[in-house]
Nanobody, 127 residues
Framework: QVQLVESGGGLVQAGGSLRLSCVAS????????MGWFRQAPGKEREFVAA????????NYRDSVKGRFTISRDNAKNTVYLQMNSLRPEDTAGYYC????????????????????WGQGTQVTVSS
């Protein structure tokens, strides 16, 4: 089992930046592909970004491409989401997810159906 703890959320003005972190428990972090999802009030959860177990492959939703960057440090059991040029529509609770993969592979939203989830961190972007 994997436990995930997110941090780094907060209130920022439009155009600003935040970096989210997600620390995973356990000694097998490098066996998991990781993802970031978000959910705004009254809306469904949506995929933001994902990264393969070694970090060699990443995927993003179209609306964040060029603004957000997902990365990981397997030595620190941590995945990051660097968010630049933030917009009010990025306001949401951001959740980290982990899914075990048995080889290096590109992962997308569909791979996270049975993922482990963190408790989330709130990001609020003011206009």
């Amino acid at each position: 089992q994997v436990q995930l703890v997110e941090s780094g959320g907060g209130l920022v003005q439009a155009g600003g930046s935040l970096r989210l972190s997600c620390v995973a428990s356990g000694r097998t972090f490098s066996s998991y592909a990781m993802g970031w999802f978000r959910q705004a009030p009254g809306k469904e959860r949506e995929f933001v970004a994902a990264i393969s177990r070694s970090g060699g492959s990443t995927n993003y939703r179209d609306s964040v491409k060029g603004r957000f960057t997902i990365s990981r440090d397997n030595a620190k059991n941590t995945v990051y989401l660097q968010m630049n040029s933030l917009r009010p529509e990025d306001t949401a609770g951001y959740y980290c997810a982990a899914v075990r993969t048995y080889w290096e592979m590109s992962v997308t939203e569909e791979h996270f159906k049975d993922a482990y989830w963190g408790q989330g961190t709130q990001v609020t972007v003011s206009s």
